[in-house]
Every structure is written in structure tokens, then in C-alpha cells.
């Protein structure tokens, strides 16, 4: 990941700072472009992004941590920029932190000039009412403040934790992302191919309303046992063929399935066809997992869409993933 730092911020200070998980940088990026509608940067392992905070963006599978930006400046004048800042700045107790750890030791020299400016400064290491981060990348400086810790429980959700076991199940950090990466605000998704229920499970607990199709009435009593299991009972699951499902879905999230799991099935004449389907439920962004020797290009060929996004994940020695992000067409 490049960063866009060349002698300062192209078109003026960016709002917001994003500590990302660095498993699948390109993923965490997409997401916060997805959730804040704003073109993101990379700014060393960072994201920076010209946008207002918002509280959905707690749903953001592959982001660590949201500092709001209050400054920046070359590494040179790092303490007399930490000067200039107003005592408003901070609220309660406060804590510093310098990043990369290496550059801890200009924590005290920063906390001296804060402390200082207060007229009752408070210094609270463990548990800060303002907790102030610096970061350091390529001779310049960001002080930025935090906002929100993302806290997510994806671990206590795996496959493994759920009831209807099944080993292809998507892991829920994944599944979240594909979510998100529809851009989706309000309203509900369809899953046409719900298996167990990972997908629909963490669009629930983002309280989004959501509707999950499979032809296998078994998938279907497992998907529900999942949702049932984390207390999430709204979704509204159908057994029939997702290829005869009316409605309209503007979002459409699904990790599709493999020639391996379903031996009998033209995996990529089903495709095709399910892409068809994105016309009649005027579809407008779909997020969809498949086998990386898929061509998504070719799928396409004659739709209404244009591939919008496109990631490969490894999964094992046999398989890699691929998630891409369709488009509606002139939308």
C-alpha cells in the first residue's frame, strides 16, 4: 500500500484516520470507502479518509481503531504544532501515544506542553477521557484524536461456535466486510444462497433486515438454528430456488457455491444465471464469493453491471477466493 503523503494532504487536511487490520489491507479500504461514501488514502499502514464520523461505522470488520485528524506537520515541528493546539482540545484526562512504538520516548515531551495548557490537567494512562495519538511516517505527523474503538466478536462466531456445523462456512470477519462492501445504510439484503447462515448472522447484528434463500431445506433449518443461537429471529428464510425468487433487492450479499461442494451443479452456468436474476430484483451493488479460477468479467458479459471491485483471499493450498463487488450500470 503507496502512501499518498508528496510534501502534504492533496486537497487539504482529511478528517478521519483509520488503524486497520493488515490481513487484507485493500478490503479495510474498501469498506471505509464503502461506509463513508468518500474516496479513501493509504498513508504508510494507514487509512485516511475527508469524511464525518458516523456511528455505522462500527461495523467495520477489518478497522482496529477512528481517530478524528486535529493536526499535521513535518516531524520537525512536532512539539511547537502540539503548542499551537487549542486548550479546548481536550476534555478530562488525557493520554499520549506516539506511533511506531519505537518513537515512545517523544510521549513525555508532548504530555509536558498538554499538561500545561490545562488549568486542572489530569494525566490517566489506563482509562483517558482523550486519548491522543501521534503518527509518525516518512518525516511527517499526524495528531489526531480518538473516537471509537471497533469491537467485534467475529472469533466467538466462527463455524466451529455454531450450530450447524458445516466446513465451508464463511468466517464471519469476511462475511461482515461483504456486507459493508455493498455500501448498504439502512434496509435489508438477500443472501440467494444462505447455507448456514453466516452472512444473513452478521447483517442481523448490524440491524439490517435480511432475507435467505437455499434450495436445500436442511440449509435452511441451519441457518435459522445459527440466527436463533445469537438471538437474531427477524430474518425471513425461504427454501425454493433463489432462480425463480421475486422481489426487489437493491443489496445482494452471497459467498456462492463450489464445484466441490455441489458436484452436480454447472457452478458457473448457475453464475451466469444468478447474475441474470440482479436485473429482475433491480439489483444495484452485489457482493459474491467464488472460486478464483472464475472469470467475473465473463460472467457479465451482456448484464446490466460492471465488476466495481475485485480481492483474491487465499483459503488453502487448493483454493483461493475471490470477492467481487458488481455494479449497477449508470447508477
Known amino acids: 500500500m503507496n502512501s499518498f503523503y508528496d510534501g502534504g494532504f492533496k486537497g487539504g487536511l482529511p478528517n478521519l484516520l483509520f488503524e486497520i487490520h493488515q490481513d487484507q489491507p485493500q478490503i479495510a479500504k474498501a469498506e471505509i470507502e464503502a461506509l463513508t461514501g468518500k ?17 455505522r461505522l462500527v461495523r467495520l470488520a477489518f478497522t482496529r481503531r477512528i481517530f478524528k ?9 512536532l ?4 503548542d499551537s493546539l487549542p486548550k479546548s482540545i481536550i476534555s478530562g484526562s488525557f493520554a499520549i501515544r506516539v506511533y511506531p512504538q519505537h518513537l515512545r520516548d517523544l510521549e513525555r515531551p508532548i504530555a509536558k506542553i498538554l499538561f500545561h495548557k490545562q488549568s486542572n490537567p489530569k494525566v490517566d494512562l489506563t482509562n483517558p477521557d482523550t ?30 461456535k455454531r450450530p450447524g456445523l458445516r466446513p465451508v462456512s ?6 461482515a466486510a ?3 462492501l455493498t455500501g448498504i445504510r439502512s434496509g435489508r439484503i438477500l443472501d440467494p444462497c444462505v447455507g448456514t447462515g453466516g452472512i444473513l448472522l452478521e447483517a442481523s447484528l448490524m440491524g439490517l433486515m435480511s432475507v435467505g434463500i437455499d434450495l436445500d431445506q436442511e440449509m435452511v433449518r441451519r441457518c435459522r438454528a445459527t440466527l436463533d443461537h445469537y438471538g437474531e429471529h427477524a430474518a425471513d428464510l425461504r427454501c425454493q430456488d433463489a432462480l ?8 445482494v450479499v452471497s459467498d456462492l457455491p463450489y464445484a466441490r461442494n455441489t458436484p452436480k451443479m454447472d457452478v458457473r452456468a448457475f453464475y451466469k444465471a444468478l447474475i441474470g436474476r440482479l436485473e429482475h430484483w433491480k439489483t444495484k451493488q452485489a457482493v459474491l464469493g467464488m472460486p478464483h479460477t472464475i472469470d467475473p468479467l465473463d460472467l457479465i458479459k451482456g448484464s446490466g453491471f460492471k465488476v466495481r471491485r475485485r480481492f483474491t483471499i487465499y483459503v488453502h493450498k487448493s483454493l483461493s477466493k475471490q470477492i467481487v463487488v458488481l455494479e449497477r450500470k449508470n447508477v
Do not use: Q
Not at 493509504?42 to 456511528?55: E, K, L, T
Not at 491522543?132 to 471497533?150: D, E, G, S, Y
Open 39 to 55: 474516496e479513501a488514502t493509504c498513508w504508510g499502514s494507514y487509512i485516511v479518509v475527508d469524511a464525518r464520523f458516523h456511528p
Open 69 to 77: 485528524i486535529v493536526a499535521s506537520c513535518d516531524a520537525s515541528n
Open 79 to 82: 512539539l511547537s504544532t502540539i
Open 131 to 160: 486519548l491522543f495519538a501521534v503518527f509518525i511516517h516518512n518525516k511527517k505527523v499526524i495528531v489526531a484524536r480518538h473516537v471509537l474503538t471497533v469491537v467485534n466478536d467475529f472469533e466467538k462466531r466462527k463455524a466451529h
Open 170 to 175: 464463511l468466517h464471519p470477519k469476511l462475511a
Open 178 to 180: 461483504m456486507v459493508n
Open 244 to 251: 425463480l425468487h421475486k422481489g426487489r433487492f437493491p443489496y
